[in-house]
Protein backbone atom coordinates (compact mmCIF):
# COMPACT_ATOMS: atom_id res chain seq x y z
CA UNK A 1 0.00 0.00 0.00
CA UNK A 2 0.76 3.45 0.00
CA UNK A 3 1.74 4.10 3.44
CA UNK A 4 3.96 1.26 3.22
CA UNK A 5 6.19 2.45 0.30
CA UNK A 6 6.07 6.05 2.36
CA UNK A 7 7.36 4.58 5.73
CA UNK A 8 10.03 2.81 3.93
CA UNK A 9 10.74 5.96 2.30
CA UNK A 10 10.96 7.57 5.40
CA UNK A 11 13.22 5.16 7.35
CA UNK A 12 16.02 5.71 4.35
CA UNK A 13 15.58 9.30 4.79
CA UNK A 14 16.37 9.05 8.39
CA UNK A 15 18.67 6.14 7.55
CA UNK A 16 21.18 8.51 5.69
CA UNK A 17 19.71 6.49 2.61
CA UNK A 18 18.56 9.96 0.75
CA UNK A 19 19.87 12.67 -0.41
CA UNK A 20 20.76 15.73 1.17
CA UNK A 21 19.27 18.55 -0.91
CA UNK A 22 16.96 21.05 -0.20
CA UNK A 23 13.96 18.87 -1.10
CA UNK A 24 14.77 16.18 1.40
CA UNK A 25 14.45 18.64 4.65
CA UNK A 26 12.95 17.24 7.55
CA UNK A 27 9.95 18.70 8.25
CA UNK A 28 9.75 20.14 11.98
CA UNK A 29 9.78 17.93 14.56
CA UNK A 30 5.99 17.60 16.51
CA UNK A 31 5.17 15.31 19.57
CA UNK A 32 2.43 13.10 19.75
CA UNK A 33 -0.76 13.90 21.66
CA UNK A 34 -2.11 11.64 23.54
CA UNK A 35 -4.98 9.67 22.22
CA UNK A 36 -8.24 11.44 22.54
CA UNK A 37 -11.76 9.95 24.15
CA UNK A 38 -14.09 9.19 21.39
CA UNK A 39 -16.27 11.59 20.45
CA UNK A 40 -20.32 10.69 21.30
CA UNK A 41 -21.96 9.75 18.05
CA UNK A 42 -25.30 11.89 17.59
CA UNK A 43 -26.99 9.93 14.49
CA UNK A 44 -31.06 9.33 15.45
CA UNK A 45 -33.40 11.61 14.55
CA UNK A 46 -33.45 13.86 11.52
CA UNK A 47 -31.13 16.72 12.27
CA UNK A 48 -29.25 16.38 9.71
CA UNK A 49 -26.36 18.98 10.40
CA UNK A 50 -25.92 17.61 13.86
CA UNK A 51 -25.63 14.01 12.32
CA UNK A 52 -23.45 14.56 9.31
CA UNK A 53 -21.10 16.64 11.80
CA UNK A 54 -20.87 14.03 14.40
CA UNK A 55 -20.29 10.99 12.26
CA UNK A 56 -17.50 13.15 10.52
CA UNK A 57 -16.14 13.60 13.97
CA UNK A 58 -15.54 10.54 14.66
CA UNK A 59 -14.37 9.54 11.57
CA UNK A 60 -11.46 11.79 12.19
CA UNK A 61 -11.13 10.58 15.69
CA UNK A 62 -10.32 6.81 14.47
CA UNK A 63 -8.35 8.33 11.70
CA UNK A 64 -6.44 9.37 14.61
CA UNK A 65 -6.42 6.15 16.52
CA UNK A 66 -7.15 3.66 14.06
CA UNK A 67 -9.20 0.52 14.45
CA UNK A 68 -10.83 -0.63 11.41
CA UNK A 69 -13.13 -2.76 13.49
CA UNK A 70 -14.82 0.42 14.50
CA UNK A 71 -15.22 2.03 10.69
CA UNK A 72 -19.30 0.77 11.33
CA UNK A 73 -19.91 2.94 13.90
CA UNK A 74 -20.07 5.65 10.97
CA UNK A 75 -20.11 3.93 7.81
CA UNK A 76 -22.45 1.09 7.28
CA UNK A 77 -21.16 -2.97 6.19
CA UNK A 78 -21.79 -3.08 2.68
CA UNK A 79 -21.66 0.43 1.60
CA UNK A 80 -18.89 1.96 -0.47
CA UNK A 81 -18.17 3.91 2.72
CA UNK A 82 -17.56 1.40 4.71
CA UNK A 83 -15.49 -0.30 2.49
CA UNK A 84 -13.39 2.17 1.77
CA UNK A 85 -12.91 3.67 5.29
CA UNK A 86 -11.87 0.12 6.14
CA UNK A 87 -9.43 0.28 3.46
CA UNK A 88 -7.50 3.09 4.99
CA UNK A 89 -7.51 2.55 8.35
CA UNK A 90 -6.08 -1.09 7.26
CA UNK A 91 -3.56 0.79 5.54
CA UNK A 92 -2.88 3.18 8.90
CA UNK A 93 -2.42 -0.06 11.34
CA UNK A 94 -0.55 -1.52 9.27
CA UNK A 95 2.25 0.85 8.59
CA UNK A 96 1.90 2.46 12.38
CA UNK A 97 1.03 5.54 11.16
CA UNK A 98 -2.60 7.95 12.22
CA UNK A 99 -3.60 10.96 11.15
CA UNK A 100 -3.21 14.61 12.78
CA UNK A 101 -6.65 15.43 11.80
CA UNK A 102 -7.81 18.86 11.12
CA UNK A 103 -10.77 19.57 11.87
CA UNK A 104 -13.79 19.44 9.29
CA UNK A 105 -16.02 22.64 8.84
CA UNK A 106 -19.89 22.04 7.82
CA UNK A 107 -21.19 24.95 6.72
CA UNK A 108 -24.68 23.65 5.02
CA UNK A 109 -27.07 20.45 5.49
CA UNK A 110 -30.62 20.35 3.69
CA UNK A 111 -32.46 16.98 3.25
CA UNK A 112 -36.00 16.20 3.94
CA UNK A 113 -37.59 17.22 6.65
CA UNK A 114 -38.88 13.41 7.77
CA UNK A 115 -37.21 10.34 6.46
CA UNK A 116 -40.10 7.95 5.23
CA UNK A 117 -37.25 5.63 4.84
CA UNK A 118 -34.55 3.47 5.87
CA UNK A 119 -32.48 5.35 3.58
CA UNK A 120 -31.90 9.19 2.68
CA UNK A 121 -30.03 11.70 0.52
CA UNK A 122 -29.06 15.33 2.14
CA UNK A 123 -26.61 17.40 0.27
CA UNK A 124 -23.43 18.98 2.57
CA UNK A 125 -21.02 21.34 2.26
CA UNK A 126 -17.55 20.49 3.82
CA UNK A 127 -14.04 21.56 4.17
CA UNK A 128 -11.07 20.82 5.49
CA UNK A 129 -6.96 22.16 6.01
CA UNK A 130 -4.49 19.74 5.01
CA UNK A 131 -3.78 16.65 7.64
CA UNK A 132 -0.30 15.33 7.80
CA UNK A 133 0.13 11.30 7.97
CA UNK A 134 2.99 10.17 10.93
CA UNK A 135 4.21 7.38 12.40
CA UNK A 136 2.08 6.71 16.16
CA UNK A 137 4.50 7.33 18.92
CA UNK A 138 8.03 6.27 16.48
CA UNK A 139 11.13 7.63 18.64
CA UNK A 140 13.48 5.32 17.60
CA UNK A 141 14.33 6.46 14.61
CA UNK A 142 15.54 9.97 15.18
CA UNK A 143 16.07 10.64 19.23
CA UNK A 144 15.08 14.72 18.46
CA UNK A 145 11.56 13.81 16.73
CA UNK A 146 8.60 12.08 18.25
CA UNK A 147 6.93 11.93 15.16
CA UNK A 148 8.04 10.65 11.93
CA UNK A 149 6.11 12.49 8.75
CA UNK A 150 4.89 10.22 5.94
CA UNK A 151 2.44 12.46 3.55
CA UNK A 152 0.19 14.97 3.80
CA UNK A 153 -3.80 14.70 2.51
CA UNK A 154 -4.88 17.53 0.76
CA UNK A 155 -7.15 20.04 1.81
CA UNK A 156 -10.65 19.79 0.97
CA UNK A 157 -12.23 23.05 0.21
CA UNK A 158 -15.37 24.33 0.40
CA UNK A 159 -17.09 20.88 -1.78
CA UNK A 160 -20.86 19.95 -1.86
CA UNK A 161 -21.27 16.60 -1.18
CA UNK A 162 -24.38 14.40 -2.33
CA UNK A 163 -24.52 11.66 1.40
CA UNK A 164 -26.55 8.71 1.34
CA UNK A 165 -27.30 7.62 4.84
CA UNK A 166 -29.29 4.51 5.78
CA UNK A 167 -30.90 3.67 9.35
CA UNK A 168 -30.54 0.22 10.81
CA UNK A 169 -31.87 0.19 14.46
CA UNK A 170 -32.67 3.77 14.65
CA UNK A 171 -28.77 4.58 13.85
CA UNK A 172 -27.66 6.61 10.57
CA UNK A 173 -24.64 5.84 9.18
CA UNK A 174 -23.01 6.92 5.57
CA UNK A 175 -23.06 4.67 2.70
CA UNK A 176 -21.86 6.96 -0.40
CA UNK A 177 -20.88 10.16 -0.40
CA UNK A 178 -20.87 12.03 -3.37
CA UNK A 179 -18.56 15.33 -4.55
CA UNK A 180 -21.49 16.95 -6.97
CA UNK A 181 -18.77 17.79 -9.33
CA UNK A 182 -17.64 14.94 -10.41
CA UNK A 183 -15.61 13.13 -8.15
CA UNK A 184 -13.43 10.76 -10.07
CA UNK A 185 -13.41 7.64 -7.37
CA UNK A 186 -17.20 8.17 -6.89
CA UNK A 187 -16.27 7.84 -3.09
CA UNK A 188 -15.79 11.29 -0.91
CA UNK A 189 -15.83 10.13 2.51
CA UNK A 190 -12.19 9.27 2.59
CA UNK A 191 -11.09 12.70 1.57
CA UNK A 192 -13.97 14.19 3.67
CA UNK A 193 -12.08 13.06 6.82
Not at 65 to 73: F, G, I, K, T
Not at 81 to 97: G, R
Amino acid sequence: MRLTVLLAVAVATLGGCAGTGASTRPRPAISSPAPAPAPVVENTGSAWPTIVTSLISYGQWLLADPDPALAAVIAAPGCASHDDFTDELDSLVATDAMVRTSPAVVTSVSGPATPTRDRVVVEATVSRAAEPVVVKGNTSLSPSAKTIWLEDRAELPATTLTVTLVREDDKWRFCKLVDKTGDPDGEALTRVL
